[in-house]
């Protein structure tokens, strides 16, 4: 995959000491004005599994600035690793994924 189309982030989570555990994450999008659906269509990885497969935030919503959240349960130890792809084979930066928000809360 050409470094253009990946996007990772670290997220730590707990500290060294910390065995972790199980949290909820939250992911938050809102399409940009003027985006189409099949315009920016993306894969999400967290910590290397997909959790979202040729995701479109417009063909979710159905129209861009709405809010749209996805929700999952993992378990994490000390750090999260978020990833997104583009499904796009241009450097586009309209092509490109977005994400507007993320919550990462730990399970009781």
């Known amino acids: 995959t050409p470094a253009w189309r990946q996007h990772t982030a670290t ?3 707990a500290e ?3 065995s972790g ?9 809102s399409a940009l004005p003027g985006d189409q659906p099949g ?6 990885k ?6 979202l497969k040729d ?3 417009i063909k979710e919503t159905g129209q861009p600035d709405r809010a749209l ?6 378990p994490l130890k000390k750090q999260l690793i978020l990833s997104m792809a583009a499904k796009s084979a241009t450097a586009d930066v309209k092509q490109m994924p977005l994400i507007n928000a993320l919550q990462v809360l730990r399970n009781p």
Request: hydrophobic share 45%.
């Open 11 to 13: 997220i730590p989570i």
């Open 16 to 18: 060294e000491d910390k």
């Open 21 to 29: 555990g199980t949290f909820n994450v939250r992911l938050g999008f």
């Open 39 to 44: 315009q920016r269509v993306f894969d999400v």
């Open 46 to 51: 967290l910590n290397g599994q997909t959790v």
């Open 55 to 57: 995701f479109d935030i």
């Open 69 to 74: 959240w996805k929700e999952f349960t993992i």
